[in-house]
T-cell receptor
Framework: DQQVKQNSPSLSVQEGRISILNCDYTNSMFDYFLWYKKYPAEGPTFLISISSIKDKNEDGRFTVFLNKSAKHLSLHIVPSQPGDSAVYFCAASANNAGNMLTFGGGTRLMVKP | EPEVTQTPSHQVTQMGQEVILRCVPISNHLYFYWYRQILGQKVEFLVS????????KSEIFDDQFSVERPDGSNFTLKIRSTKLEDSAMYFC???????????????FGPGTRLTVL
């Protein structure tokens, strides 16, 4: 099942710079997208979401961009901090599917001091 | 800040045994979910539960699995006869229902690591 894909398994950035995490999807029925952050031995922590009626949503240092025509979304973190180092998952849901989330495989972000 | 809690944090069981994983969702939430993550794989949806019944389930959620809300606070996942391939992290999640909203953010618990020997 490759409905949601994160093609970069890892990303390394310098503290203070921008981190850009990417996610692609194939199911045109998806209408809501979320980003979660996960530390080892913990559950996913909700970060930010975006509805398909928008193309951008911003919350502090985190911004999610949605390009529906390309079926692509991205998470921008600026400025990046060492505490942002974690695995980031994008997830998608379709309103007609009981709100089940379909997850990507995750991208491990390492922010170097 | 309210959070989803899960017990136990780690469960070891013998193949063929029954296990019950427990979750306490956030108190004003109405939708409940179970997901699992096999080591090195994606987080996968198992089941969603609303108004005391299953609203969606995946192909993984076969007859060996069941869910229950035995009281006003707990939400449980039972695996009747565990198999080796059931070894995974099991995450419970909950979300609040907004009337007319197309979706709500799901908040996850810390997970239960199930090891089947």
């Amino acid at each position: 099942d490759q409905q949601v894909k994160q093609n970069s398994p890892s990303l390394s950035v310098q503290e203070g710079r921008i981190s850009i995490l990417n996610c692609d999807y194939t199911n045109s029925m998806f209408d809501y997208f979320l980003w979660y952050k996960k530390y080892p031995a913990e559950g996913p922590t909700f970060l930010i979401s975006i509805s398909s009626i928008k193309d951008k949503n911003e919350d502090g240092r985190f911004t999610v961009f949605l390009n529906k025509s390309a079926k692509h979304l991205s998470l921008h973190i600026v400025p990046s901090q060492p505490g942002d180092s974690a695995v980031y998952f994008c997830a998608a849901s379709a309103n007609n599917a009981g709100n089940m989330l379909t997850f990507g495989g995750g991208t491990r972000l390492m922010v170097k001091p | 800040e309210p959070e989803v809690t899960q017990t136990p944090s780690h469960q070891v069981t013998q193949m063929g045994q029954e296990v019950i994983l427990r979750c306490v969702p956030i108190s004003n939430h109405l939708y409940f979910y179970w997901y699992r993550q096999i080591l090195g794989q994606k987080v996968e949806f198992l089941v969603s539960f609303y108004n005391n019944e299953i609203s969606e389930k995946s192909e993984i959620f076969d007859d060996q699995f069941s869910v229950e809300r035995p009281d006003g606070s707990n939400f449980t996942l039972k695996i009747r006869s565990t198999k080796l391939e059931d070894s995974a992290m099991y995450f419970c999640a909950s979300s609040e229902e907004y009337p007319g909203s197309s979706y709500n953010e799901q908040f996850f618990g810390p997970g239960t690591r199930l090891t089947v020997l």
